[in-house]
C-alpha cells in the first residue's frame, strides 16, 4: 500500500470507522476475558446538535476507551440517547403550529405518535455526529430511555420507591411554565437580567388606627396576599406585630407577622406574602400556619379567587391592580428595580411559582435499610467508593447533597414515561393503585373504571437510572454481572446535580443484592472543563462565537479536532480553543504523514517483514530512540491512568515530532545510505518506532494512525500482529533499558551541541546548509569520554567538516556556546568577519526589546491600569511581557557569546 502525498482526512475517516465497526472491534462480550473496563455515555439529547461539549466529553472518553481496549480490557461502552421530554415535545409542538394545530387538537395518544415519528426521522442525528468524532461505542447496543426495556426499569424502580414510602404526593410550591402547562425543574428555568419596579402599596390596617407600606415586584399577586410580615427585631414595626390588615381590592382580614427572614433594607422593611406564589413566602407562610391561596389557573389567568380580576392574563391584572390601588390612592411609590426574571428554558415564557399537587422523591427519608437515598450517595464518595476528578468537584457534591430538597419528579407533559399509579373514578379520596402493570380492577370496590395518572415523569428520572438499565436490568443479566458499576463517568459540572447525584443516589439504591461498594453506578467521575473561544469567552449563541464542531472538523481534519481537544483538557481549568491551537494539530498530522512516507520511501527494496536485529547490533542512535520511545510510552501510561490527557497528548507530540521526526531521522540518512548492516538496523528501527509510536498515537488521532500503520504493517516483524491498529496492543516499555544513564546524558548533550552550532551559525548570518568547523574546548576527561562516540552524530547533525579539540586553524576565531555537563562548543569564524558590526546590531535589537519590555512592565505594575481593565487585556499584557522577556534572555545570551569571541 503506497501512501499519497497529503494526508486525506475525509475518506479515511469515513473507510476506517466502517471497517472497524464491521469487524465488530468496538462490540463487547460480557464472556471475553480481561478485566472488565466499562463506560456509559452521557446520552444526549435526540433533539440535539453536536456542540463543542459534546465533541470534547466524547473525544476523552473515547481517548480512554481506545486505550484500555488496547491494553486487553474487556471493554464496553454504551451509547445512547435522552428522550428529553420537554425538549422533544417542544420541538415537536413547533412542528405542528405550523398547520395552525396545538397537540390538544390532535389529542394525547396521536401527539404522542406524532412525537415517535419525529424520533424515528430526525432522532438519530446526534449518534450519527459521534460516529465521525471516531466514537468506539458499541454501536450494536444503543438504547433510548424511552425503549421498552428502559421503560419497565423506570416502572420497576418507581413502584418500589412508591412501596418503601419514598415517593408521594404533595402540594408544593414548584416552577409552572404557563405555556408549556407544566411543572419545570430548575434546570429548566433560566434567569435573566429583567428592569422591572418596585411598588410601594400601603395596606390599611383593620383597626383603621393607620396603614403599613409593604414594598412588591408583583402587585398582581396581593390578591392572594395571606399576610404582612416584617423583622421581628425592626422596632419601626413592634407595635404593629399581632395586628390586622385589610387587604385593599379584596377586603380580606389578614395579620402581620414577624419572621426573621424578612430583610429590613428591603423595600420599606415590611413585605406581603403570597404563599401560593412565591418560594419564600411559601415557606414563611409554612412557619406560620398562613393560608395558601392560589389566584391563577395553569394558564396564568386569574381565578375566582382573583375576585372581579378573574379571567385576566397576569399581566393585565398587573395593569388593572395598579390603576385601582392609584385611584384609591393606595400607591405611594413607584421605584424602578432591576431584579431576575425566571423564564421557562423551552419557550421564553415568564415562569409562575405555583402550589401545584406533584410527586416526589423523598431523599431524607430513611429507607427499608435505614439509609436515606441523599444519605446514601454522600456516604459512598465519603468512604470513596466513587472518586471525582478533579477531587475538589466532591465539595461540590457534597453541599449540594448535605441540602437536598425532595425531588419533584412529575411533569404535566405528554412526551415521557406516564407515571404507573392508577386511580379508581369510583373510590374517591381514594389512594392510587401503583403497579408496573395496568390493573383490571380497583383493589377496593372492584370497580373497572380506572385512570392512569396523566403526568409523566421528569426526563432526569429514566436518565438517573442509566448505569443499570443499559446493562439490562432489573434481569440479573451477565453484561450487568460483568460491568456494573461501570468504571468511569465523564460528564460536565453543570449536571453535577440534576444527573450524577440522582445516577448515586438510585443506583446504590436498586442494585442492593451487593456489597455497598459494588452499588455504586460508577468507581471514577472525571469532570470535563468548560470550553471557552480563543478570548476565553464563555460561547454562547448571543455573543456569535460558537464553535460548531462539525465545521472546523471538516476543515481541520477529526483528527487534527480530537488532538487539540485533548491537548488542551488540562483538569480543573477551562479550555481555550483557537484557529492556531487546531493549524497546530493539523500540522502535526502532517508531519507524521510526511515522516511515514520518508520512511515508506527508504523501503522501497526492504524485505517483507523485515528481519529483526539483534539489539547488541544497534547504534547509538538507534538505541537511544528506543530508550526515548521507552520512555514516552511509560509516561504517557501514567498520564492516561491520572486522566491528564493534555499531558499524555503533549508527551506523545513531543516524541514524535522532536525526537522522533527532528532528531532520530535526521541521524538515520546516514546509514540509510549507507547500506548494508547499518541501513539495516536504521531501517528495523524506523518501522519499529513507528508501529509503537503510532499505538500510542491511535487514541487520540484514531484515523491517520490507522491509516500509516496500515501501509507499514508489512515490514512489521512482530509475531503476534493483529490486522487492524484499533485493537492492536498498547506498549509496554522493554525490560531491559536500552541506554546506560551515561549514554542518555551523552545524547542530550549532543542534541545540545548541535543546537548551540545551529544558533551560532544564525547569529553569523550564514544559512542552515554551510558547512562548519567546529571547536569545543574546556571538557572534562570524563565527559570527553563520553562524548567520543557521539561525536560521528555531532557531525551529522551539524553538517560540519570537523571537529577540533582545544585547537584553532592559524588565524581563525572562534564564537563559543557553553552546554552544562560537556563544555564549550563553537565554530570558526572567516576572516572577515566583523564582530563589531554584528555586535552592534545585536545591541541595537536588545535595546528596543528592552524598550518595549519596561513599557509593559510598567503597564502591570500601574494599579489604575489592573484594577480598570478587564481581565483579559491585563493576561494578554502579561504575556507579552513574558514573551519580551524570552526574547531578551535570548539575545544577551548571543550578545555574551559575540563578546567572549574577541
Ligand atoms: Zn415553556
Ligand atoms: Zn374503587
Known amino acids: 500500500m503506497e501512501l499519497s502525498k497529503t494526508f486525506d482526512p475525509k475518506s479515511a475517516e469515513e473507510h476506517w470507522f466502517q471497517l472497524w465497526i464491521d469487524r465488530g472491534y468496538f462490540k463487547a462480550d460480557p464472556d471475553r476475558e480481561g478485566d472488565p473496563f466499562s463506560i456509559v455515555i452521557?446520552?444526549?439529547?435526540?433533539?440535539?446538535?453536536?456542540?463543542?461539549?459534546?465533541?470534547?466529553?466524547?473525544?476523552?472518553?473515547?481517548?480512554?476507551?481506545?486505550?484500555?481496549?488496547?491494553?486487553?480490557?474487556?471493554?464496553?461502552?454504551?451509547?445512547?440517547?435522552?428522550?428529553?421530554?420537554?425538549?422533544?415535545?417542544?420541538?415537536?409542538?413547533?412542528?405542528?403550529?405550523?398547520?395552525?394545530?396545538?397537540?390538544?387538537?390532535?389529542?394525547?395518544?396521536?401527539?404522542?405518535?406524532?412525537?415517535?415519528?419525529?424520533?424515528?426521522?430526525?432522532?438519530?442525528?446526534?449518534?450519527?455526529?459521534?460516529?465521525?468524532?471516531?466514537?468506539?461505542?458499541?454501536?450494536?447496543?444503543?438504547?433510548?430511555?424511552?425503549?421498552?426495556?428502559?421503560?419497565?426499569?423506570?416502572?420497576?424502580?418507581?413502584?418500589?420507591?412508591?412501596?418503601?414510602?419514598?415517593?408521594?404526593?404533595?402540594?408544593r410550591m414548584i416552577n409552572w411554565c404557563p405555556r408549556c402547562e407544566t411543572a419545570l425543574s430548575d434546570l429548566e428555568v433560566e434567569h435573566k437580567d429583567a428592569q422591572g419596579h418596585l411598588w410601594h402599596i400601603r395596606y390599611p390596617l383593620a383597626d383603621g388606627s393607620g396603614s403599613i407600606t409593604v414594598a412588591t415586584t408583583r402587585p398582581e399577586t396581593m390578591l392572594g396576599d395571606t399576610a404582612v410580615a416584617v423583622n421581628p427585631a425592626d422596632e419601626r414595626y413592634t407595635a404593629l406585630v399581632g395586628k390586622k390588615i385589610r387587604l385593599p381590592l379584596i377586603g380580606r382580614e389578614i395579620p402581620i407577622v414577624a419572621d426573621d427572614s424578612v430583610d429590613r433594607e428591603f423595600g420599606s422593611g415590611a413585605v406581603k406574602i403570597t404563599p401560593a406564589h412565591d418560594f419564600n413566602d411559601f415557606e414563611l407562610g409554612r412557619r406560620h400556619h398562613l393560608e395558601q391561596i392560589s389566584v391563577m389557573d395553569t394558564h396564568a389567568s386569574m381565578n375566582p379567587a382573583a375576585g372581579p380580576y378573574q379571567g385576566m392574563t397576569r399581566e393585565q391584572c398587573r395593569k388593572q391592580v395598579v390603576a385601582d390601588l392609584t385611584a384609591q390612592d393606595l400607591l405611594e411609590k413607584i421605584e424602578p428595580h432591576a431584579h431576575k426574571l425566571g423564564v421557562c428554558s423551552r419557550c421564553d415564557t415568564v415562569v409562575e411559582p405555583m402550589l401545584s399537587d406533584q410527586w416526589f422523591v423523598a431523599v431524607n427519608k430513611p429507607g427499608p435499610n435505614g439509609k436515606s437515598l441523599a444519605g446514601a450517595a454522600i456516604e459512598a464518595v465519603e468512604n470513596g467508593d466513587t472518586t471525582f476528578h478533579p477531587k475538589f468537584w466532591e465539595n461540590t457534591y457534597f453541599s449540594w447533597m448535605r441540602n437536598i430538597q425532595d425531588w419533584c419528579i412529575s411533569r404535566q407533559l405528554w412526551w415521557g414515561h406516564r407515571i404507573?399509579?392508577?386511580?379508581?373514578?369510583?373510590?374517591?379520596?381514594?389512594?392510587?393503585?401503583?403497579?408496573?402493570?395496568?390493573?383490571?380492577?380497583?383493589?377496593?370496590?372492584?370497580?373497572?373504571?380506572?385512570?392512569?395518572?396523566?403526568?409523566?415523569?421528569?426526563?432526569?428520572?429514566?436518565?438517573?437510572?442509566?448505569?443499570?438499565?443499559?446493562?439490562?436490568?432489573?434481569?440479573?443479566?451477565?453484561?450487568?454481572?460483568?460491568?456494573?458499576?461501570?468504571?468511569?463517568?465523564?460528564?460536565?459540572?453543570?449536571?453535577?446535580?440534576?444527573?450524577?447525584?440522582?445516577?448515586?443516589m438510585l443506583g446504590i439504591y436498586c442494585i442492593d443484592d451487593r456489597p455497598e461498594r459494588e452499588r455504586v453506578p460508577f468507581r471514577e467521575v472525571y469532570i470535563t472543563p468548560l470550553v471557552r473561544d480563543q478570548y476565553g469567552k464563555k460561547m454562547t449563541k448571543s455573543r456569535g462565537n460558537v464553535v460548531d464542531p462539525l465545521e472546523i472538523m471538516e476543515k481541520y481534519g477529526t483528527d487534527a479536532v480530537r488532538f487539540t481537544l485533548a491537548q488542551l483538557a488540562v483538569q480543573g481549568r477551562d479550555l481555550i480553543l483557537s484557529d492556531d491551537r487546531l493549524a497546530a494539530s493539523r500540522a502535526f498530522a502532517n508531519k507524521i504523514w510526511n515522516a511515514a512516507r520518508f520512511v515508506m520511501m527508504n523501503l522501497a527494496d526492504a524485505p517483507q517483514p523485515l528481519k529483526p536485529v539483534d539489539p547488541a547490533d544497534l547504534g547509538l542512535a538507534e538505541r537511544w530512540i528506543l530508550s526515548r520511545l521507552d520512555n514516552a510510552v511509560r509516561e504517557v501510561t501514567e498520564a492516561i491512568d491520572a486522566y491528564e490527557f493534555n499531558r499524555a497528548a503533549l508527551i506523545v507530540y513531543q516524541f514524535i515530532w522532536h525526537e522522533f521526526c527532528d532528531w532520530y531521522i535526521e541521524l538515520a540518512k546516514d546509514p540509510l545510505k549507507a547500506g548494508g548492516a547499518s541501513q539495516a538496523a536504521a531501517r528495523y528501527v524506523l518501522v519499529e518506532c513507528f508501529d509503537r509510536m503510532l499505538r500510542i498515537l491511535h487514541p487520540f488521532m484514531p484515523f491517520i494512525s490507522e491509516e500509516i500503520w496500515q501501509a507499514l504493517r508489512p515490514y512489521f516483524s512482530a509475531t503476534d500482529l493483529s490486522e487492524h491498529l484499533a485493537v492492536a496492543k498498547f506498549p509496554t516499555p522493554s525490560v531491559t533499558p536500552w541506554l546506560s544513564p551515561a549514554e542518555e546524558t551523552a545524547m542530550s548533550s549532543c542534541i545540545a551541541a548541535t543546537q548551540a552550532v545551529n544558533s551560532l551559525r544564525s547569529l553569523l548570518g550564514w544559512n542552515p546548509g554551510q558547512r562548519v568547523k567546529i571547536v569545543m574546548k574546556r571538557m572534562t576527561s570524563d565527559s570527553f569520554a563520553q562524548f567520543q562516540p557521539w561525536l560521528p552524530y555531532l557531525r551529522a547533525l551539524t553538517k560540519s567538516e570537523s571537529v577540533m579539540f582545544e585547537q584553532v586553524s592559524p588565524g581563525r576565531q572562534v564564537v563559543f556556546a557553553h552546554i552544562e555537563r560537556l563544555g564549550d562548543v563553537g565554530i570558526e569564524t572567516p576572516d572577515a568577519f566583523d564582530f563589531e558590526v554584528a555586535r552592534t546590531k545585536l545591541r541595537k535589537q536588545l535595546d528596543e526589546v528592552s524598550k518595549y519590555e519596561r513599557q509593559h512592565d510598567a503597564r502591570l505594575k500601574d494599579e489604575n491600569f489592573t484594577r480598570k481593565a478587564d481581565p483579559e487585556t491585563v493576561t494578554e499584557t502579561q504575556q507579552r511581557r513574558e514573551v519580551l522577556q524570552g526574547q531578551m534572555y535570548l539575545l544577551s545570551e548571543q550578545l555574551q557569546q559575540l563578546e567572549q569571541a574577541n
Open 42 to 171: 452521557p446520552p444526549p439529547n435526540v433533539t440535539g446538535q453536536l456542540h463543542l461539549g459534546h465533541a470534547l466529553n466524547v473525544t476523552l472518553q473515547d481517548v480512554i476507551v481506545r486505550t484500555r481496549r488496547m491494553q486487553g480490557f474487556n471493554t464496553l461502552w454504551v451509547p445512547g440517547t435522552d428522550h428529553a421530554g420537554i425538549a422533544t415535545q417542544n420541538v415537536v409542538e413547533r412542528e405542528i403550529a405550523k398547520g395552525g394545530k396545538t397537540r390538544h387538537d390532535l389529542g394525547r395518544d396521536s401527539f404522542v405518535e406524532r412525537v415517535w415519528k419525529w424520533k424515528e426521522t430526525y432522532g438519530g442525528k446526534i449518534l450519527h455526529q459521534l460516529r465521525r468524532l471516531g466514537a468506539s461505542c458499541d454501536w450494536s447496543r444503543e438504547r433510548f430511555t424511552l425503549d421498552p426495556g428502559l421503560s419497565r426499569a423506570v416502572a420497576r424502580v418507581f413502584v418500589r420507591l412508591y412501596r418503601d414510602g419514598l415517593i408521594y404526593r404533595g402540594r
Open 420 to 504: 404507573p399509579a392508577y386511580w379508581c373514578m369510583r373510590c374517591e379520596d381514594a389512594e392510587p393503585i401503583v403497579t408496573e402493570e395496568r390493573p383490571t380492577a380497583c383493589l377496593k370496590c372492584g370497580g373497572a373504571d380506572l385512570r392512569q395518572d396523566e403526568d409523566v415523569l421528569d426526563t432526569w428520572f429514566s436518565s438517573g437510572l442509566w448505569p443499570f438499565s443499559t446493562l439490562g436490568w432489573p434481569d440479573a443479566t451477565p453484561e450487568l454481572k460483568r460491568y456494573y458499576p461501570t468504571s468511569l463517568l465523564l460528564t460536565g459540572f453543570d449536571i453535577i446535580f440534576f444527573w450524577v447525584a440522582r445516577m448515586m
